[in-house]
């Protein structure tokens, strides 16, 4: 479906009531195969959304994608890797805080800080 509304000009950086875009909602469910045509359509990588403003790569973290997560920091174009969310969170913070050990280690040797 994406692809289809995509062919239609369907815009990427549209948001949700509560802030979220596709990329968002693709990261927090883990959908990688949707995930890979949105970065390729241009989706905004580093949007904030939600009450806590997190990006995609925050969201990915949180629920534990390993696959999202290297496919954002691979070829998410101008990915903010450090981005911090309202409370100040970074992606590695969030690792740290529900234990994603390895994702955690993935952020770190890409440059997370």
Do not use: Y
Not at 16 to 43: F, I, N, Q, Y
Not at 100 to 109: T, Y
């Amino acid at each position: 479906i994406i692809k289809l509304l995509l062919n239609f000009n369907a815009d990427t950086s549209l948001k949700t009531s509560p802030g979220w875009t596709a990329l968002h909602m693709a990261c927090e469910r883990g959908r990688k195969d949707a995930v890979e045509v949105l970065l390729a359509a241009g989706a905004p990588v580093n949007s904030a959304g939600g009450d806590v403003k997190h990006a995609p790569l925050h969201l990915a973290v949180l629920n534990e994608h390993k696959e999202v997560v290297s496919h954002l920091i691979t070829h998410g174009k101008g990915i903010n890797i450090n981005q911090k969310d309202s409370i100040g969170h970074t992606p590695l913070h969030v690792a740290a805080q529900f234990n994603v050990v390895e994702i955690g280690q993935m952020l770190i040797l890409h440059g997370a800080e």
